[in-house]
T-cell receptor, first 116, second 112 residues
Framework: AQKVTQAQTEISVVEKEDVTLDCVYE???????LFWYKQPPSGELVFLIR??????QNEISGRYSWNFQKSTSSFNFTITASQVVDSAVYFC?????????????FGQGTRLTINP | DGGITQSPKYLFRKEGQNVTLSCEQN?????MYWYRQDPGQGLRLIYY???????QKGDIAEGYSVSREKKESFPLTVTSAQKNPTAFYLC???????????FGPGTRLTVT
């Protein structure tokens, strides 16, 4: 069985603070993809990043960074110097890397509020 | 511009009526998906299709039906058999070899 857990239901910080969103996953597959999506108030999910299970290098994109640790089955997302526009619901998701298996398993999401 | 369109954005229906939600993509993606999102919850997969004229049930297919007659289109019908149809419905698409799914703007369905 596959499962994604985002234990933080809601996080609220003041603008310019750094914030980390946690994601822990469970899978028996040896190869898989991990994803983060952002859902702003408009409702559309915006793809942020994809990470292969065999690539544990951390990734940085502007104020966003991702820490993938296979040993702890975690794929955490950090926003540095947060801004009000970062306010959204963020979802972590998992997908096995098997041909034809394209189902994404989503976590419950973390609602992030950045206060001015 | 390439993307996924869903129409309408808001839809209101009376209980007992079937309703069809539209999803069109011009990204030339092979696979398409329908998800349901309830307030404060994650996404649950209703149906997905990897190729034209073929589709599979997701985790909560009961009370829903789909068709995939064209690569670009994947309409979802919410039937009167769906016990609690009021929700936010999201359509997505992806290529066969990459993992990320791209989402449409969603349709908020209210059934009274």
């Amino acid at each position: 069985a596959q499962k994604v857990t985002q234990a933080q239901t809601e996080i609220s910080v003041v603008e310019k603070e750094d914030v980390t969103l946690d994601c822990v996953y469970e899978t028996r597959d040896t190869t898989y993809y991990l994803f983060w999506y952002k859902q702003p108030p408009s409702g559309e999910l915006v793809f942020l990043i994809r990470r292969n299970s065999f690539d544990e290098q951390n990734e940085i994109s502007g104020r966003y960074s991702w820490n993938f640790q296979k040993s702890t089955s975690s794929f955490n997302f950090t926003i540095t110097a947060s801004q009000v526009v970062d306010s959204a619901v963020y979802f972590c998701a998992l997908r096995p890397l098997i041909q034809g298996a394209q189902k994404l398993v989503f976590g419950q999401g973390t609602r992030l509020t950045i206060n001015p | 511009d390439g993307g996924i369109t869903q129409s309408p954005k808001y839809l209101f229906r009376k209980e007992g009526q079937n309703v069809t939600l539209s999803c069109e993509q011009n990204l030339n993606h092979d696979a398409m998906y329908w998800y349901r999102q309830d307030p404060g919850q994650g996404l649950r997969l209703i149906y997905y299709s990897q190729i034209v004229n073929d589709f599979q049930k997701g985790d909560i297919a009961e009370g829903y039906s789909v068709s995939r007659e064209k690569k670009e289109s994947f309409p979802l019908t919410v039937t009167s058999a769906q016990k609690n149809p009021t929700a936010f419905y999201l359509c997505a698409s992806s290529t066969s070899d990459r993992g990320e799914q791209y989402f449409g703007p969603g349709t908020r369905l209210t059934v009274t």
